[in-house]
């Protein structure tokens, strides 16, 4: 197994991070059979990671593509644009940091919710929900505070795609702004 250490960033001195590589790959060859067909169902299901931190964004998209979505990310909202306009694959769901340099995931998001590059969207940060609610954003979403457990991503993930269009509508309103954790 590999370990590596990661400085989180400059405002988090001192603080590590170990990422176990190895052991996220095997955790799919070694899940159950069953287990490992039902996680394929989501490989028709698109998710873009759009993150300024490598640490994070490469392990959500580890951690998604191992609970079987098909995961592009970007290290920034120019980049996810470029990706979203290359038409590799229609996005179900945008997974976007909301503090980044060149655009922020706010900026980002109503960019893709206007285009219609994408309906669903999880905004994260480690600043907590009051980022969020301070940022005014006028689109439905819900948000995931960092640090997350891988778990707790996938969760956040999958009942973000249960929502069924319709179900959007009525409880989120077209210009209304709702917060779901």
Same mark, same amino acid.
């Given at each position: 197994?590999?370990?590596?250490?990661?400085?989180?960033?400059?405002?988090?001195?001192?603080?590590?991070?170990?990422?176990?590589?190895?052991?996220?790959?095997?955790?799919?060859?070694?899940?159950?059979?069953?287990?490992?067909?039902?996680?394929?169902?989501?490989?028709?299901?698109?998710?873009?990671?759009?993150?300024?931190?490598?640490?994070?964004?490469?392990?959500?998209?580890?951690?998604?593509?191992?609970?079987?979505?098909?995961?592009?990310?970007?290290?920034?909202?120019?980049?996810?644009?470029?990706?979203?306009?290359?038409?590799?694959?229609?996005?179900?769901?945008?997974?976007?940091?909301?503090?980044?340099?060149?655009? %922020?995931? !706010? #900026?980002?998001?109503?960019?893709?919710?206007?285009?219609?590059? /994408?309906? =669903?969207?999880? *905004?994260?940060?480690?600043?907590?929900?009051?980022?969020?609610?301070?940022?005014?954003?006028?689109?439905?979403? %819900?948000? !995931? #505070?960092?640090?997350?457990?891988?778990?707790?991503?996938?969760? /956040?993930? =999958?009942?973000? *795609?249960?929502?069924?269009?319709?179900?959007?509508?009525?409880?989120?309103?077209?210009?209304?702004?709702?917060?779901?954790?």
């Amino acid at each position: 197994m590999r370990t590596q250490h990661f400085s989180a960033s400059p405002w988090a001195k001192g603080l590590v991070l170990g990422v176990y590589w190895r052991r996220l790959a095997m955790a799919e060859t070694t899940m159950p059979l069953s287990r490992r067909q039902s996680a394929g169902v989501h490989k028709l299901q698109t998710i873009l990671v759009v993150d300024d931190d490598t640490v994070i964004r490469k392990l959500c998209t580890a951690v998604l593509n191992g609970a079987g979505y098909n995961v592009f990310s970007a290290e920034d909202g120019l980049k996810a644009i470029e990706i979203c306009l290359a038409g590799r694959s229609p996005v179900d769901l945008a997974l976007l940091d909301i503090k980044m340099p060149k655009m %922020s995931g !706010l #900026r980002l998001l109503d960019c893709l919710a206007s285009s219609r590059t /994408a309906t =669903r969207f999880i *905004l994260m940060s480690g600043y907590g929900e009051d980022a969020f609610a301070n940022a005014g954003s006028n689109r439905s979403c %819900s948000f !995931l #505070r960092k640090p997350f457990t891988p778990g707790a991503l996938v969760e /956040a993930v =999958r009942r973000e *795609l249960s929502i069924s269009a319709p179900q959007m509508n009525a409880t989120h309103g077209e210009a209304e702004t709702t917060l779901r954790a």
